[in-house]
């Protein structure tokens, strides 16, 4: 099993930054890739960036290319997202994800672990 524990959302204008951050404990070795994802109210769960695990690629979903940066600290077992630039569609709550296997990591459904989630929102 792998822990995720999210951190670091809130309320921020429009503009501005936020860093969000996800802790992972237990099983860490048998991680391949970690992901950030978003939802939106009344909206799909999506895509936001991944890092290869532990060490490697890193990967953007166009919306937030050139204003989010994933990185990892692999000493901490701790993967960030560093959020400039941010916007209202921005608004979200932010999950982080942990996958063992295969290949896409643009689809939740084949990620094997989930943090809780981040609420992120950025006002006008």
């Known amino acids: 099993q792998v822990q995720l524990v999210e951190s670091g959302g809130g309320l921020v204008q429009a503009g501005g930054s936020l860093r969000i951050s996800c802790a992972a404990s237990g099983r860490t070795f048998s991680v391949t890739w970690m992901g950030w994802f978003r939802q939106a109210p009344g909206k799909e769960r999506e895509f936001v960036a991944a890092i290869k695990w532990p060490g490697g690629s890193n990967y953007y979903v166009d919306s937030v290319k050139g204003r989010f940066t994933i990185s990892r600290d692999n000493a901490k077992a701790t993967v960030y997202l560093q959020m400039n630039s941010l916007k209202p569609e921005d608004t979200a709550v932010y999950y982080c994800?942990?996958?063992?296997?295969?290949?896409?990591?643009?689809?939740?459904?084949?990620?094997?672990?989930w943090g809780q989630g981040t609420q992120v929102t950025v006002s006008s």
């Open positions: 994800a942990a996958k063992k296997y295969g290949l896409d990591f643009k689809g939740p459904a084949g990620y094997d672990y």
